[in-house]
Each structure stands twice: as structure tokens, then as C-alpha cells.
């Protein structure tokens, strides 16, 4: 399991599977999806991107979109076209029972697929808030998976069969990594300043991994560097200018991440949960949480289950 697998994983990143859009002649839309990424594929046709505060970007067939989470905008046939706000109750309607929204009057001649990508706001390790506001990859990718899987989304769109809800899913959660992994190769100097940077570092992306895949071990930056076959100062000062922290923070804040996921998902006491997350007492580790979430384990706990049982609560 490599790095980004890691922390896609840590951070609970899913796809859900959001609205199959069927586009006619002059039809706007506005969306403001609280807490989630938002994704687009245009599989035919042409649509309008309008974020406020941005000229609109054209969308072409095969083009993908990822907006980072809470970004209001509006999809439209065209930049003057009438805009109205989607019913929230209607689209997730559509969602769950994997049907079309139908916009525009005449024959369809677009289709976009619509979806989501939800983390655990309870971890601060996160790769979508990474992003840009907006990342727009054009179509034909330079021959990459994206391409190939695009196509293949756009078949299952066009010639729906059974399990085409199961089967469009997963190609949601696919399409996250290609995306990824196209943009990253196409603009390395837009990931310099975020956590991205350590997957194009050998030696950053190597520690980080060795941490995620033992963080109960009692790491000290001279260990890290042992193991890594790397002098202290070589690992602190390439870690710091690529992570913009250091080992030991980082550290902390996976600990501090696995540790509120279990305060919050399960019953285990203090002692089990410091122990599972390198802590050799409740005191250590109490005071260490207090000091990365401004709260007590324990005052952490229940305001964390409050807020999952409420509504429109996390699934996580």
C-alpha cells in the first residue's frame, strides 16, 4: 500500500454516485453542495462551468471537473442561460434511486455524470483540500487510464444494463485516483504548498508511509532517519521544505486523526486507544489531544457522537 492509498484511506475519501444529467436546449443549474467535493464527467455534449468570481470554462466531451468541497457553482448550455436552484430533495432522489435529472426542453444531446467524494471531517491528514478550488483536465489526457475510463463510463451511461448503479460507482471511486494522477504529472508546481508535494519526494513520500504504516511505534526523527538510511538533518530539512512540517508534528497529527476516528466509532477506554496510537499513558495522551483539538478525549467523544447522531449527520 503506497502513500496515497494510506491516506485515502485514513481520511475515509469514498465516492458517491451523484446525478446522471440528461441536458436539451438552454438549461442552467446551481448547486452548493455543503461538505463534499464535487465531480463532473461530460461524456457528450457541452456544458457551462460558472464559479463565482471566474469566467465560465467551457466543458467539452471527455473533459472531467473536481471542485473542492463547499464550492457553490452553476452548470448551464451556455454562459447567458437562465440559472435555477436544483431542489436538494430532488437530486438526492435521484441519487439514491440512480435515475436522470432531466434538464432543458427538446431531445438531450448532453450527458454529464454527477458525483460526490466525502472524507471524515475528524481527520486533518486530507488529500481533497489539497487541491485547488478547481482542477480542469481536458479531454484525451495524453493517453492516460482517464481516458480509457472516461470512455467507459460514458458506454455505461449510454447503454445502461444491470448493476449499472454498482458498476457507475466504483468507476466514481477510480476516476478520484486517475484524476489524481493526471493532474499531478500535467502541474507540479501547483502541489508545492500542500501535503500532494510528498507524493512526487521519494524520500518524504517513503517516511511518511513508514509512519502511517506503524504510528504506534515510538518514532523519533533519528529513528525515521535510520531506517531511511538518511542523516537527521538531511530528513528534517527535506521534510520541513516539502511538508512545511516537521516529522514529529505530522506524526502527531496522524495519531491525534486515528485516535478521535476511534473516540468517536467505537467504545475502547483511554488506555487501549493511547497504547494503539504510541502513547505510553492515558496522561500523555490526553494532554496530547488536548493540545491538537482544544478539547479532553473524553469531551471530544461525546460532542463527536452528538454531531453523528444529528441530522444530515457523516455515515463515517
Known amino acids: 500500500m503506497d502513500l496515497l492509498d494510506q491516506v485515502l484511506m485514513a481520511a475515509g475519501v469514498r465516492g458517491v454516485l451523484g446525478a446522471r444529467i440528461d441536458a436539451a436546449e438552454s438549461w442552467g443549474i446551481s448547486w452548493n453542495p ?3 467535493a464535487a465531480f463532473y464527467a461530460v461524456t457528450s455534449g457541452t456544458a457551462w462551468l460558472g464559479l463565482p468570481g471566474r469566467p465560465p470554462e467551457q466543458l467539452m466531451p471527455g473533459d472531467v471537473v473536481l471542485l473542492r468541497a463547499g464550492t457553490a457553482h452553476t452548470l448551464s448550455s451556455d454562459p447567458d442561460a437562465a440559472v435555477g436552484r436544483c431542489s436538494k430533495e430532488v437530486a438526492e432522489l435521484a441519487r439514491a434511486q440512480g435515475a436522470v435529472l432531466r434538464f432543458g426542453s427538446g431531445e438531450p444531446h448532453g450527458h454529464i455524470l454527477g458525483a460526490a467524494y466525502e472524507h471524515d471531517p475528524a481527520v486533518s491528514i486530507q488529500v481533497l483540500d489539497s487541491l485547488p478550488e478547481i482542477v480542469h483536465l481536458r479531454a484525451e489526457h495524453g493517453g492516460s487510464s482517464l481516458d480509457d475510463t472516461v470512455r467507459l463510463l460514458a458506454r455505461e451511461l449510454a447503454h ?16 478520484l485516483v486517475q484524476l489524481l494522477r493526471v493532474w499531478l504529472s500535467q502541474n507540479p508546481p501547483a502541489a508545492r504548498n500542500s501535503w500532494l508535494a510528498a507524493l512526487s519526494d521519494p524520500l518524504v513520500s517513503d517516511a511518511m508511509s513508514r509512519l502511517h504504516g506503524d504510528p504506534a511505534r515510538p518514532w523519533t526523527t533519528d529513528l ?3 531506517e531511511l538510511a538518511i542523516s537527521r538533518t538531511t530528513l528534517a530539512r527535506k521534510f520541513q521544505t516539502v511538508a512545511h512540517e516537521t516529522p514529529g508534528r505530522y506524526l502527531t497529527r496522524l495519531r491525534m486523526d486515528l485516535a478521535a476516528v476511534r473516540l468517536r466509532d467505537t467504545d475502547d477506554g483511554l488506555e487501549a486507544i493511547a497504547r494503539a496510537v504510541g502513547y505510553t ?4 495522551f490526553s494532554r496530547a489531544f488536548r493540545k491538537d483539538r482544544q478539547q479532553a478525549p473524553g469531551s471530544f467523544r461525546r460532542a463527536a457522537r452528538a454531531e453523528a447522531e444529528g441530522p444530515g449527520a457523516s455515515t463515517h
Open 160 to 175: 445502461p444494463q444491470i448493476a449499472s448503479t454498482t458498476v457507475l460507482g466504483r468507476l466514481v471511486d477510480i476516476l
Open 224 to 226: 525515521l532517519a535510520a
Open 281 to 284: 499513558s492515558v496522561y500523555a
Open 34 to 36: 455543503l461538505g463534499t
